[in-house]
């Protein structure tokens, strides 16, 4: 995980030295609208993501018209063992992922998977940027059969119009659960801004945000209510 980087922002430098950059170039990059893709229906829908850290996917979604909660937490692994230190390990099973809870009615299933591979680089395997390991991988964790056929039709699609220089690397996990991550990581981004592994990997994946979607981007964030975090 990203060891130092909650409490010391000197740890970040030398995280780098171990495991670094390698050039996110299939980032913030725009893409298709999906060809396939659900209905709006009434209610509320929640998809489950998985793009690397989770600090930057929860900032991403916080910030996205028509989502009315995203939650940094850990799915594909069992529930004693879904908490930071243990997935840190990379032998959980967890990647970290983001529960995002939204009104369909205002941004479909297939436009947040749209907005969800534009947030990081869905070609690079079991890592993003600096962190490395199947904890950082790019997963869907599809809710329902409907989900699970639009996320794979919309891979299919990206990879046969040759979107990217590789293929899609984002698997398609259904049936995991999802478990809330420590209250410590909720709204990180929001309240970490100038934190330097935030500056770097994260802010980024704002502004693409914010240029690619303009019309979906919100300025002010909808945040985990305090009174809900767990420590």
């Known amino acids: 995980m990203r060891t130092g980087a909650i ?3 000197g740890g970040f430098a ?3 030295m171990v495991a670094p950059v390698t050039g996110r170039a299939e980032e913030g990059i725009a ?3 999906p060809t396939l893709d659900q209905p709006a229906a009434p209610g509320r829908e929640v998809a489950v993501l998985a793009g690397g850290c989770f600090w930057g996917i929860q900032g991403v979604f ?3 018209k028509g989502v009315e909660n995203a939650l940094s937490g850990y799915a594909g692994g069992d529930a004693k063992t879904a908490h930071y230190q243990a997935v840190g390990s990379g032998r959980t099973g967890h990647a970290e992922s983001v529960e995002v809870t939204f009104d369909p009615a205002e941004i479909s299933y297939g436009e947040i998977l749209r907005v969800f591979l534009t947030s990081h680089d869905p070609t690079e395997l079991n890592r993003q940027g600096p962190d490395v390991g199947t904890q950082y991988r790019s997963t869907i ?3 329902s059969p409907e989900q699970a056929k639009v996320a794979k039709a919309y891979i299919d699609q990206l990879d046969a119009a040759g979107v990217y220089a590789e293929k899609v690397a984002t698997t398609i996990e259904p049936g995991a659960a999802f478990y809330p991550a420590e209250g410590y990581h909720q709204n990180y981004l929001t309240l970490n801004p100038t934190q330097p592994y935030i500056v770097i990997n994260d802010l980024p994946k704002l502004a693409a945000l914010e240029r690619l979607f303009p019309a979906l981007y919100r300025t002010d964030p909808v945040l985990v209510p305090e ?5």
């Open 141 to 143: 964790f599809p809710q």
């Open 227 to 231: 009174e809900t975090l767990s420590n």
């Open 31 to 33: 893409l298709p609208a």
């Open 14 to 16: 030398a995280m780098l």
């Open 7 to 9: 409490a010391l922002a």
């Open 62 to 64: 916080q910030r996205v």
